[in-house]
C-alpha cells in the first residue's frame, strides 16, 4: 500500500508559476490557489510520512509512535491522523479516500 500510495502521488505544485500564471486575481482563482497551497502542505505531509515508515519497516530509520500510529490506520483502511489534520473532511475508507484525493488534485 506504501508504494501504490507513493507512485500515484503527484508532486506538489510549483506555487511560483501559478502566482505568475494568475494575473487576475479574482475570488474563484485566489480560492484555486489556496487549494493549491493546501494540496502542496497533505501531499508533502502523505509522501514524507510513507517514506518514514517504508525506511521505518525497513530497519532503515527506529520506528516512532507517529510511524506505528499510521501503520495501523493503513492496516485498518482508516484516514491516519496526520493527513487529516491537513485534509478536508471524509468519512471514506483510505483506499477510497486516496482515489478522491488524486481526483481533487
Known amino acids: 500500500m506504501i508504494d501504490k500510495f507513493l507512485d500515484l502521488l503527484p508532486p ?16 474563484y482563482v485566489v480560492v484555486c490557489l489556496q ?16 517514506t518514514d515508515l517504508d525506511m521505518g519497516l ?3 530509520l527506529n520506528i516512532t509512535d507517529d510511524m506505528d500510529m499510521l501503520s495501523e490506520k493503513m492496516f485498518l483502511n482508516l484516514q491516519p491522523d496526520l493527513w487529516v489534520k491537513y485534509a478536508y473532511f471524509s468519512l471514506k475508507s483510505l483506499p477510497a479516500w486516496f482515489d478522491d484525493l488524486m481526483l481533487r488534485i
Open 35 to 50: 487549494e493549491c497551497e493546501r494540496n502542496n502542505t497533505l501531499i508533502f505531509t502523505i509522501r514524507s510520512s510513507l
Open 58 to 60: 525497513k530497519g532503515q
Open 12 to 27: 506538489e505544485f510549483v506555487m511560483l508559476d501559478l502566482f505568475v500564471k494568475a494575473k487576475e486575481r479574482s475570488p
